[in-house]
């Protein structure tokens, strides 16, 4: 019996907001597909990422053609599914053991405000993520630039405005930089492992 995945056209018409992150995210499913995660149908170049890490190192995505590269957008106070995203990234960094050499994990902040270099060092110290991921800093005209170009969202809470609903997904791109997979954010550590080869192939 074939293997159930799902496929989405256009990537962004997926629902990802969330009150802080909720665990949305649908797209129809599709008899067959290698991947996974949701595959884009007609995947083209990834947005760019032009900011830099937290330590201040700047960063683009033109530095890992080659690898798969993992997307997602968090913030440090984020009190449920931020949290829950980094971890299970983590849990499938380790489970690929030497493949995960193919891999570069990054985090865009959706708080650039409250992500001080200090509070993602403390947030990936918790999650023993210190060395394994990139977490992307800028001030908050530029980091717009980029959630705009991925067409995240990223909007302080009505009723407590330490909280932001962002959307609330992994995007998952190939060594050629193209586009490839989305993950909603209660994705299993599993989807990753399987599909981490295939988009450092792609």
Known sequence: MPRR??????????????????????????????????????????????????????????????????????????????PLIISNLGTAQKRLGAAAADLQIIAVTTDPAGDTPAAIAAFLSARNMTGRMLYLLGSAPAAKVVWTAWHVEATPDAQDASLINHTAAVFGVGASGKLTTVYASNFKPSDIVHDVPLLAQE
């Open 5 to 82: 995945v799902w496929r989405c056209a256009p990537l962004f018409l997926i629902p990802l907001l969330g009150g802080c992150g909720s665990s949305a995210g649908q797209a129809h499913p599709s008899p067959q597909s290698r991947f996974a995660g949701a595959e884009i149908v007609h995947p083209a170049a990834a947005p760019p990422l032009d900011l830099a890490n937290y330590d201040g190192t700047p960063v683009n995505l033109e530095q890992f053609r080659g690898k798969a590269v993992l997307v997602t957008f968090v913030y440090t106070k984020c009190p449920n599914v931020c």
